[in-house]
């Protein structure tokens, strides 16, 4: 069963930086997307940004500039980089992870919470 842990979150202050970091166990196949999501607070879960298991990435146009997603496929790793956090980055941050096959397969972290305050 594949497992997806989060963690690197916590309170910043604007303008610094935080790079949070999602582990999968359990062994993927060959075709994937990893991605990040986040939920603010009485709001929506949204996109925030996604890499293929070749590297292409999508970010969403409110952290484009700002938000860097990378892996690690040595590690099992995807990290999500946040420059420049801004208080409406706050919210509760979940990996998601999509697995292509058959059957296609999607699996969520439990979420981390990433507060920007002053």
């Known amino acids: 069963q594949v497992q997806v842990v989060e963690s690197g979150g916590g309170t910043v202050q604007p303008g610094e930086s935080r790079r949070l970091s999602c582990v999968v166990s359990g062994g993927l196949r060959e075709l994937w997307v990893m991605g990040w999501y986040r939920q603010p607070p009485g709001a929506q879960r949204g996109f925030v940004a996604a890499?293929?298991?070749?590297?292409?990435?999508n970010y969403a146009r409110a952290v484009e500039g700002r938000f860097t997603i990378s892996r690690d496929s040595a590690k099992n790793t995807v990290y999500l980089q946040m420059n420049a956090l801004k208080p409406e980055d706050t919210a509760v941050y979940y990996c998601?992870?999509?697995?292509?096959?058959?059957?296609?397969?999607?699996?969520w972290g439990q979420g981390i919470q990433v507060t920007v305050s002053s």
């Open positions: 890499i293929t298991n070749v590297g292409q990435t």
């Open positions: 998601k992870v999509d697995d292509y096959g058959t059957p296609d397969r999607t699996f």
